[in-house]
């Protein structure tokens, strides 16, 4: 009885207190680290919808948008993400798997915004194509944090 528990003693100190374990669990973490969004307004038949280009690093909690038009009369501008939002984002993603998102999202409509989003994980990349913003979640509520079109559209 006293080298069964000895026994199972030495396989937890091994499981737990062995560095190497801790390094591979870490080498095949999914969790996502950092999402690149480009919002096209190409085709869009509107001179006021944005085009933005979004970098979210979820690991420092920093972000930036950059929006521009394709009318000059509009000036470019940027905007960064609250910290409410990046934690925002980070809860939404705790909630889906994006790796069983679609990787192209299409619509049959014309003139449709067009998005590519980029997820990268500590071990993959995973872009997604979306023409007519197909707003599949968790996509729909970044593209709602990311467009703040109440502000971006002219």
């Known amino acids: ?3 069964r528990k000895l026994s199972a003693l030495i396989i937890l100190i091994f499981l737990f207190g062995n560095p190497q ?3 591979a669990q870490r080498l095949t ?3 996502v680290n950092k999402i690149e969004m480009i919002l096209s307004a190409f085709g869009v038949e509107s ?3 944005p ?3 979004a970098t979210i690093d979820l690991k420092k909690d920093t972000s930036i948008c950059n929006v521009s038009y394709y ?3 509009f000036k470019d501008t940027s905007y960064r993400l609250d910290k409410k939002d990046i934690d925002y984002i980070k809860s939404l993603l705790n909630k889906y798997d ?3 998102l679609q990787r192209n999202y299409t619509v049959s409509k014309t003139d449709q915004p067009t998005s590519i989003t980029i997820f990268y994980l500590s071990d993959e990349k995973i872009e997604i194509k979306d023409y007519g913003l197909v707003e599949e979640l968790p996509l729909k509520r970044l593209y709602d944090l990311v467009y703040k079109l109440d502000i971006n559209y002219r």
């Open 47 to 49: 001179d006021g919808f």
């Open 51 to 53: 085009n933005i280009q």
């Open 21 to 23: 374990i801790g390094k």
């Open 1 to 3: 009885m006293h080298k």
């Open 29 to 31: 973490d999914s969790s």
């Open 71 to 73: 009318d000059p009369k």
């Open 98 to 100: 994006v790796k069983r």
